[in-house]
């Protein structure tokens, strides 16, 4: 079955840079997704890449995708203390219509001022 | 926009009792509407998804009779723990997929923690 791994913790000082690496097993993953979570809360999806895209930057964020290898990376620029969370590294096929999204364990990151 | 509700946040119950947790989509339409269980430190697990006006597809080993879902409307779901018991103190989670759009992204609810005593 699907299978997606991440370590469990991450941390970083203020104004660092963060990387979150995660790798996953299922060759047919088409979406690949970075979600956050805030204690207590729900999951907030940060940014979402294509299986055919390499890279995708959106302001701080950059996702890095090596599709060979199975290994995806969320890094995030100039970290902060508001970017503590629990990160979610996760996946799904499409084939014509709904698939199953399957998600990673979470990465936590703490930010030290 | 595509904001999900979650009602209530949280909940403490006694053993036996039922618990019905909501879901709403505030503003869009949700084809299809997603319930997770989260365990402490562990990552979400996905019980079932359901379709508005048609049964709940539930995951291998989710117990259907236990875990009832409804989604009577395109804005509503709801999750009904029946029978409740310690083991099924957890956060429960609802994410809501945009009809009409493409892809597979959801938008999740801010959660509900259950805890039984």
């Known amino acids: 079955g699907e299978d997606v791994e991440q370590s469990l913790f991450l941390s970083v000082r203020e104004g660092d840079s963060s990387v979150i690496n995660c790798t996953y097993t299922d060759s047919s993953s088409t979406y690949l997704y970075w979600y956050k979570q805030e204690p207590g809360a729900g999951l907030q999806l940060l940014t979402y890449i294509f299986s055919n895209m390499d890279m995708k930057q959106d302001q701080r964020l950059t996702v890095l995708l090596n599709k060979k290898d199975k290994h995806l990376s969320l890094r995030i620029a100039d970290t902060q203390t508001g970017d503590s969370a629990i990160y979610f590294c996760a996946e799904s096929p499409l084939s014509g219509g709904y698939q199953k999204v399957t998600f990673g364990i979470g990465t936590k990151l703490q930010v030290i001022p | 926009g595509a904001v999900v509700s979650q009602h209530p946040s949280w909940v403490i119950c006694k053993s036996g009792t039922s618990v019905k947790i909501e879901c709403r989509s505030l503003?869009?339409?949700?084809?299809?509407m997603f319930w997770y269980r989260q365990f402490p430190k562990q990552s979400l697990m996905l019980m079932a998804t359901?379709?508005?006006?048609?049964?709940?597809?539930?995951e291998q080993g989710v117990e259907k009779d236990k875990f009832l879902i409804n989604h009577a409307s395109l804005t509503l779901s709801t999750l009904t723990v029946t029978s409740a018991h310690p083991e099924d103190s957890s956060f429960y989670i609802c994410s809501a997929r945009v009809k009409a759009r493409l892809g597979n992204e959801q938008f999740f609810g801010p959660g509900t923690r259950l805890t039984v005593l």
């Open positions: 359901s379709n508005e006006g048609s049964k709940a597809t539930y």
């Open positions: 503003d869009f339409q949700a084809t299809t």
